[in-house]
């Protein structure tokens, strides 16, 4: 220490000298006087805000999921923190950008510390350092959870595929030979000879319910058996027949246990010939190995670790019927061989492939389009059913995600001829949906054809084709994005309107991340190739202040109401209520008050779903008063007095989730909004002006949830009894075999 009041600092340096240097030390003495321990206090306050003011803490802060997901916004973040850093490092070491007094550097420091606060709470909530009591049940739950789901995926492939193939080949005793089995095994059977449950004799159907043992009994694995009083009755079954996983978690808290609830689906041929149909409930029992440690991940996840040692049946039932309902005959009514391919062939998943193989290796490609998504799942191309020449025969139009579409004349005789490019509407490219119509009044089905990235188009029949009438059919043109279209007469004139309906969620942001991403702002719109300058506006506006949760509440582009106005003329309503800013998959008229004019159910995915009321031509909101919103993953729409009470229910096809129910049910205090999400289907029972939703996955209801990905219903009377059935597609996105995962989740 020198004399008068400071700091002196010792540094050891290292000089080399010569061509074989050997190192000497020096001292380097530093005398740091206390007028500069404001500056180092400053210094030292950048460098703590640089380190505390992260990505971590302002997601916390301001992301609704607590995760910063643009390259951009990292950037900017990592951005500041190096500014900051350097900044108060330079400062540390004697760089003065200006006078650092006392009060200046102490003041400056001050101003800092709720940044500190901030960042250093925002930190170590987001790592998980400072949890509630609320928080921590949440994060074990999640934990607990994460392990079961683990063991599904694991065991639901090639574990529980053993187990399938074995009822395939009709030899379950054959994986006696693996290590499926647990030395010890409990067993509820089904029992010998089922009672006869109901019979539907309008379609030559009979349903049989099996009995299933009162108890289990414990067998040892050599004196398995299972299913044996069925399998005796099959002649054989078909690839499809399989066990599957429903939802499963741990029976202890060693996680050593794991019970599953399963289902079980089989179709095939009995001995006597009969098509039969079964399926059942179970759960099956699998425990881990003894010598394998629950704790240690690579022991944990190993799918040949863990046997089953329960099975035990809760219900099984048969169908029988003298021969299949329907069976796919395309080959037989397409009999030209190029028509029968072309119809049969999905370029995009020959895209969705090339694009997955090219990835896989690190390389790169030329998308066909700006927006090409391999998980584009708004886009599904339909067949539309129409008598196009009057001749009073059925046709069909195929379209195309990619490529030409197809239309297939009937013949009359039980075969097709795709005339397509004759008659004008071998479109090509990004068509959706097809909607005919005599919009013209003269007798004979016109077309809106409502496409996705291209502009939806116009035809009218003119009796030996279809002439392109879109240009300028109404202002700023027929819209992009189309996934739905339904005629009305929603004014009564004696001219059929139309109501489009769109989607476009991921585009959207997309669009937004893309001009972030080139350092340009969304300048008050988005999506503006695609959409006219006022819906290009009020979309960006909409989706900045209105879009409360990504999930439940997300914004889409707009909905239009298309006026005819006669003599081939059309309007775009303009201020409607159904123009609507959502992701629209279905939009259904019916006049469900009963006043005369049709009023519509629109069916949002991601979102509520909204009912309107047609007051003479003008429609009003009614969600909220008849309870009609049935927030989820709206996909269909179908009206029918279910009930033959004289009004009209409603069915809405939602999307039904394996993995969302048992994810959500284990997740304790969640927003059951997002449970109902996940449940399934709807059928709604109009009561006094209002709707009551009657269906349920299991327990008192209409058991008609449980439908899979339903994109679209229809009510019908199969049995021809008087009563309405109900129809319900099902299916999402097949991957092809060669890039296939193999798990069923």
Request: net charge negative; aromatic share 12%; proline share 3%.
């Amino acid at each position: 220490m020198g004399g008068g009041k400071g700091i002196h600092l010792t540094l050891r340096r290292w000089i080399c000298r010569g061509e074989n240097p050997s190192p000497s030390p020096r001292h380097l003495h530093l005398y740091m006087s206390t007028s500069d321990r404001p500056a180092h206090l400053l210094g030292f306050s950048l460098l703590l805000t640089a380190l505390v003011v992260n990505q971590w803490s302002l997601a916390w802060q301001f992301s609704g999921d607590e995760h910063i997901e643009t390259t951009l916004k990292l950037a900017r973040i990592w951005s500041f923190q190096v500014v900051l850093g350097l900044a108060g490092m330079a400062i540390t070491l004697g760089w003065r950008p200006f006078r650092i007094g006392t009060v200046s550097g102490r003041g400056l420091s001050l101003l800092l510390v709720p940044l500190w606060a901030f960042g250093g709470f925002g930190t170590l909530k987001a790592w998980g350092f400072l949890q509630t009591d609320a928080e921590k049940l949440q994060t074990s739950q999640i934990s607990h959870m994460t392990a079961s789901e683990s063991v599904h995926l694991n065991l639901s492939g090639k574990r529980l595929k053993q187990l399938s193939t074995a009822l395939r080949n009709l030899e379950i005793r054959s994986v006696l030979t693996s290590s499926l089995l647990a030395d010890q095994i409990r067993v509820r059977d089904i029992a010998s000879g089922p009672s006869l449950y109901r019979e539907l004799p309008t379609v030559d159907t009979t349903i049989l319910k099996w009995k299933v043992a009162a108890e289990e009994r414990s067998v040892a694995r050599e004196d398995f058996t299972f299913l044996t009083p069925f399998l005796e009755t099959i002649g054989w079954l078909e690839e499809g027949s399989k066990f599957y996983f429903i939802g499963g978690n741990f029976s202890d808290e060693s996680m050593r246990r794991w019970e599953v609830e399963a289902g079980f689906t089989a179709s095939g041929r009995t001995k006597n010939g009969e098509r039969i149909k079964a399926k059942g409930r179970l759960v099956i029992g699998w425990v881990l190995a003894s010598d394998k440690n629950p704790e240690v991940v690579e022991e944990f996840t190993n799918w040949d670790a863990w046997a089953i040692d329960r099975l035990a049946w809760s219900t099984f039932k048969t169908y029988l019927a003298p021969e299949t309902f329907f069976t796919e005959e395309l080959a037989s009514a397409v009999p030209d061989k190029e028509a029968l391919e072309e119809a049969r062939r999905n370029r995009a998943q020959e895209m969705i492939v090339r694009f997955l193989k090219l990835e896989a290796a690190g390389n790169t490609w030329d998308p066909p389009h700006e927006f090409f998504g391999h998980m584009a799942s708004w886009r599904h191309p339909a067949i539309s059913v129409v008598d196009w020449d009057r001749d009073g025969w059925d046709d069909f139009y195929s379209m195309a995600r990619y490529g030409r579409n197809l239309f297939f004349h009937n013949q009359g005789d039980g075969t097709f001829q795709e005339i397509g490019r004759s008659i004008g509407l071998d479109v090509v490219d990004h068509s959706d949906m097809a909607l005919f119509a005599d919009f013209d009044n003269d007798g004979d089905d016109d077309l809106f054809l409502g496409r996705t990235l291209a502009e939806s188009m116009f035809f009218t029949n003119e009796g030996d084709s279809y002439i392109d009438r879109s240009q300028g059919l109404i202002e700023g043109g027929l819209p992009y994005f189309a996934t739905t279209a339904a005629a009305t007469d929603f004014n009564l004139d004696g001219m059929l309107d139309f109501y489009v309906g769109t989607y476009a969620a991921q585009l959207i942001e997309k669009d937004i991340r893309n001009k972030h991403a080139q350092g340009m702002k969304p300048n008050g719109r988005v999506l503006e190739e695609y959409l006219p300058e006022r819906y290009s506006r009020e979309l960006l506006s909409h989706f900045q202040q209105m879009q409360k949760h990504k999930v439940r509440d997300r914004i889409g582009p707009p909905n239009i109401l298309v006026q005819n106005d006669g003599n081939g003329g059309f309007s775009c309503v303009e201020n409607t209520p159904l123009e609507i800013y959502r992701n629209t998959f279905q939009a259904s008229f019916a006049d469900f008050d009963v006043d005369g004019d049709p009023d519509v159910y629109v069916a949002n995915d991601f979102a509520p779903n909204h009912m309107f009321r047609n007051d003479g031509g003008t429609f009003v909101d009614i969600t909220a008063e008849t309870n009609a919103e049935d927030v989820g993953f709206g996909m269909g729409i179908s009206w029918g007095d279910y009930d033959r009470d004289g009004d009209q229910d409603a069915y809405v096809s939602n999307m039904y989730s394996k993995a969302g129910n048992r994810i959500l049910k284990s997740i304790k205090g969640l927003n059951q909004t997002f449970l109902r999400m996940a449940a399934g289907n709807s059928l709604l029972e109009l009561e006094n002006g209002s709707f009551e939703r009657v269906s349920s996955l299991e327990g008192p209801g209409m058991h008609v949830e449980m439908a899979g990905w339903s994109w679209g219903s229809q009510f019908v009377d199969v049995d021809n009894d008087g009563w309405l059935d109900l129809y319900a597609l099902s299916g999402h996105y097949t991957a092809p075999r060669e890039i296939r995962a193999g798990h069923d989740l």
